[in-house]
């Protein structure tokens, strides 16, 4: 019993070492704690940046023969442009016959 | 801001060790980079910087700005231009291929294991503020005799003390290697992987004296 409560402990050092280690990365590498985390520091600036996502570069369409593929394409840069600056972004995808829409496939938000 | 590793990578362009870097370049507890009375980087000279082969994260992303929310999920941000920098910055491009042109793709990863790390301790702290987990005050830092004053050798600045031991690379990994009788790696990312390692294992040592949370 009294071993196992022994292990349990760390000791004052530890702590100072360790809440000293914590706050130094914290202002080193601008590490927030918890739900703080990036709203901070993009609230106070919201008006002066310019919020860009970094995710992807380049988007193609792809299209099979079951697992085979068969061509791709990239996205044309006017549409490539729009899609990475604007957050609200989407992609909707049509399938159509002689100009008449035969299935939507719905919606895809581009930058979540 | 610099952290750890890249006060290691500036200290080695200028041929100098981190404790000595710290001393001479690092403020707020070694934490950030020294400043002139005008507000200008210390390193900053007519002909420009003069760790740049070495340059720390953020200045790799100006005018970008980073940051990561909770989740771990990162977004980039354009700060206003400075009217007094020189450099030239187009708005064409995607922020991946400015990041690839910057040479920040091994400084972000570093700056993510760090960040893992730092999650780590958060943790424990949580879990010893809960648990109340700390030992007598006296088990191994004994008070000093009544009357009996502690002169330091040389006067630290409490301003130029690191805050915390493992942002002194050489001395850390000097420690280590000491105990577990290996070389210090000479080579720069060499050293940060085994500072990581040295860091991983403390965290692994307090997790496990702790508990589970």
């Given at each position: 019993?009294?071993?196992?409560?022994?292990?349990?402990?760390?000791?004052r050092?530890d702590?100072?070492?360790?809440?000293?280690?914590?706050a130094?990365?914290c202002?080193?590498?601008?590490?927030?704690?918890?739900?703080?985390?990036?709203?901070?520091?993009?609230?106070?600036h919201i008006?002066?940046?310019?919020?860009?996502?970094?995710?992807?570069?380049?988007?193609?369409?792809?299209?099979y023969?079951?697992?085979v593929?068969?061509?791709?394409?990239?996205?044309?840069?006017?549409?490539?442009?729009?899609?990475?600056?604007d957050?609200m972004a989407?992609?909707?995808?049509?399938w159509?016959?002689?100009?008449?829409l035969?299935?939507?496939?719905?919606k895809?938000a581009?930058n979540? | 801001?610099?952290?750890?590793?890249e006060?290691?990578?500036?200290?080695?362009?200028?041929?100098i060790?981190?404790?000595?870097?710290?001393?001479?370049?690092?403020?707020?507890?070694?934490?950030?980079?020294?400043?002139?009375?005008?507000?200008?980087?210390?390193?900053?000279?007519?002909?420009?910087?003069?760790?740049?082969?070495?340059?720390p994260l953020?200045c790799r992303?100006?005018p970008?700005?980073?940051?990561?929310?909770?989740r771990?999920?990162?977004?980039f941000?354009v700060?206003?231009?400075?009217?007094?920098?020189?450099?030239v910055?187009?708005?064409?491009?995607?922020?991946?291929?400015?990041?690839?042109?910057?040479?920040?793709?091994?400084?972000?990863?570093?700056?993510?294991?760090?960040?893992?790390?730092?999650?780590?301790?958060i943790?424990?702290?949580?879990?010893?503020?809960?648990?109340?987990?700390?030992?007598a005050?006296a088990?191994?830092?004994?008070?000093p005799e009544?009357?009996v004053?502690?002169t330091?050798?040389?006067?630290p600045s409490?301003?130029?003390?690191?805050?915390?031991?493992?942002?002194?690379?050489d001395?850390?990994?000097?420690e280590?290697?000491?105990?577990h009788?290996?070389?210090?790696?000479?080579?720069i990312?060499?050293?940060?992987?085994?500072?990581?390692?040295?860091?991983?294992?403390?965290?692994?040592?307090?997790?496990?004296?702790l508990?589970?949370?």
């Amino acid at each position: 019993m009294g071993k196992q409560e022994d292990r349990k402990t760390v000791t004052r050092r530890d702590v100072l070492k360790l809440a000293g280690t914590a706050a130094a990365f914290c202002t080193s590498f601008g590490f927030l704690h918890g739900s703080q985390t990036g709203g901070v520091v993009q609230g106070k600036h919201i008006g002066e940046w310019k919020q860009l996502q970094a995710r992807w570069q380049q988007a193609e369409i792809k299209w099979y023969s079951g697992d085979v593929l068969l061509n791709s394409s990239e996205f044309p840069s006017k549409v490539l442009k729009h899609l990475q600056s604007d957050e609200m972004a989407t992609v909707e995808i049509k399938w159509f016959r002689s100009g008449k829409l035969q299935q939507n496939l719905g919606k895809i938000a581009a930058n979540r | 801001m610099a952290g750890p590793h890249e006060i290691l990578g500036m200290s080695r362009v200028l041929g100098i060790g981190t404790t000595k870097f710290l001393a001479l370049y690092a403020d707020n507890q070694g934490t950030t980079l020294r400043s002139e009375a005008d507000g200008r980087c210390v390193f900053l000279t007519p002909s420009g910087c003069r760790v740049h082969p070495r340059r720390p994260l953020v200045c790799r992303l100006y005018p970008l700005g980073r940051t990561t929310d909770e989740r771990g999920e990162e977004r980039f941000a354009v700060f206003p231009a400075q009217p007094e920098c020189e450099a030239v910055v187009g708005r064409d491009g995607t922020v991946g291929s400015f990041l690839e042109s910057q040479g920040v793709v091994p400084y972000l990863g570093w700056s993510r294991r760090y960040g893992e790390l730092y999650r780590r301790m958060i943790g424990l702290l949580e879990q010893l503020d809960i648990q109340g987990k700390i030992d007598a005050p006296a088990a191994d830092a004994p008070a000093p005799e009544a009357g009996v004053t502690e002169t330091p050798a040389v006067e630290p600045s409490a301003d130029r003390s690191p805050l915390s031991s493992w942002q002194d690379v050489d001395a850390s990994l000097a420690e280590y290697c000491s105990v577990h009788g290996s070389a210090v790696p000479a080579e720069i990312d060499g050293a940060i992987a085994l500072h990581l390692r040295a860091m991983e294992e403390w965290l692994d040592d307090l997790e496990s004296r702790l508990g589970p949370a």
